[in-house]
DNA sequence: ATACATGCAAACATTTTGCTTTGGC
DNA sequence: GCCAAAGCAAAATGTTTGCATGTAT
């Protein structure tokens, strides 16, 4: 679904915007809202989430929205679900100029963002020779315990 | 939950089986039946899976119990879950001794195990260092489309 | 005006729990 | 025999769809 004539360039709403327009999609009052609040996130967010904040500022949007707006972004490439290791999805915008990895506290669930520390960007290619395979992206997530949640010397 | 005293020192039956007792659990019929499945088993297995795979050999066991067992095994740091992008959960052994990640096509579903070339468990203590985590593992996976599925030139 | 997008409601899939019965120790 | 584990059933949670209405183009 992709389309190559309109790649994301940037992480921005006007580029977002010409995005969706470069796929005859429309710009409408829910989309706009949503790629907002992803764009204020600081951590990847569930579908729970998104649809609380963007009720936030004034009458909820449906649920059934959210849920349609994100798998959208998603087979856009604009957005990527984010393995958090919990009961349901979270989502977050593909930033095309700076990846970043995750590192998730089991206990409280703080995420911190590891940008441009990345040891696995440089392997795609390498797996995609060896193993034959195409457009290899990957995901990974460190899983620990924090320094508020570690009680080993309490 | 793990027991220090009593940890999976290689990956087999009788060393699942030791483990359990010395957790002072049980060893069920279900037990050595799931066991058995994820030993056998070449790839990451969804509780269906293995529940479909355990009625294979008689009469079903039940799903509430594979996911307890599955839950159980879990806790015990004996299996783990593995993130393959899908509406559910999926589970392999850990092995103490052979550390793997996952290449999953996105099309087919196929699963690749890339053994020993894990180019991120030596990241793991400079995070904990850098970030002050403690027990840090993690979780990778190469998602792409497998040579059987790439049909850029056909 | 014409689709596409949304809201609402319901269906679906998966995970999880309560409680009685079974079986490992 | 005792208590953990299993079986059964139902609840809880999260995801996805159908269809009538609203709205961006």
Redesign the pocket.
């Known amino acids: 679904m992709p389309n190559p004539s309109f790649p994301l360039r940037r992480l921005s709403l006007e580029a977002i915007v010409d995005m969706l327009r470069g796929h005859q ?7 706009l809202e949503i790629v907002s609040i992803l764009l204020r996130a600081d951590r990847p967010l ?3 989430e998104i649809h609380e904040r963007a009720a936030g500022d004034g009458q909820a ?5 959210v ?3 994100m ?1 959208l972004l998603e087979n856009l490439g604009i957005a990527q679900k984010v393995n958090m290791n919990r ?3 979270y989502y977050e915008l593909l930033n095309p100029n700076q990846h970043h990895d995750h590192l998730i506290c089991t206990e409280c669930g703080k995420v911190t963002l590891m940008i441009n520390s990345c040891p696995v960007s440089s392997v795609e290619r390498t797996i995609e020779k060896k193993y034959g395979f195409s457009h290899v992206r990957h995901s990974l997530e460190f899983f620990g315990e924090c320094p508020d949640c570690n009680d080993d010397y309490r």
Request: hydrophobic residues 25%; positive net charge.
């Open positions: 999609l429309r710009i409408t009052k829910n989309r569930s579908l729970e949007s449906d649920y059934a929205t849920f349609r707006i798998t009961g349901c999805s």
